[in-house]
């Protein structure tokens, strides 16, 4: 344990009533470990923060692509219930699906 966690130790057990006295270190110094722990915290904060946004962009474009393909299928089947002329609709059916043409 660092010298900083442990003065954030002692200082929580005081705050927490653990404790009967103040630390033996002065209040500009237990001030100043807490000031930066909340800078360390904040730090943490915003880089959970960055992957969790990286994340949720990801997941969006995911969500794009598979909306497309969910509208290429519709329209696909569309073609075919209308009996229409459906050579590229086919094979475009069997790529979606990942079925390998012979």
């Known amino acids: 344990m660092t010298d900083r966690e ?3 130790a002692e200082i929580r057990e005081w ?3 653990k404790r009967d006295s103040f ?6 110094e237990a001030v100043g470990v807490m000031l930066d722990e909340i800078d360390r915290i904040e730090r943490e ?3 959970e923060r960055a ?6 962009t990801e997941l969006c474009e995911l969500e794009e692509e598979n909306r497309k393909l969910r509208e290429d299928i519709e329209r696909i089947i569309e ?6 002329q ?3 609709q086919t094979f475009k059916i069997r790529q979606l ?3 390998t043409m012979e």
């Not at 630390?23 to 500009?28: G, L, N």
Request: glycine residues 10%.
């Open 45 to 47: 904060y915003a880089d």
């Open 6 to 8: 442990k003065k954030i």
């Open 97 to 99: 699906l990942g079925v």
């Open 79 to 84: 073609i075919l219930k209308n009996g229409q």
């Open 51 to 56: 992957a969790h946004n990286a994340h949720v």
């Open 86 to 88: 459906a050579h590229w």
């Open 15 to 17: 705050h927490e009533g």
């Open 23 to 28: 630390p033996q270190f002065t209040v500009f």
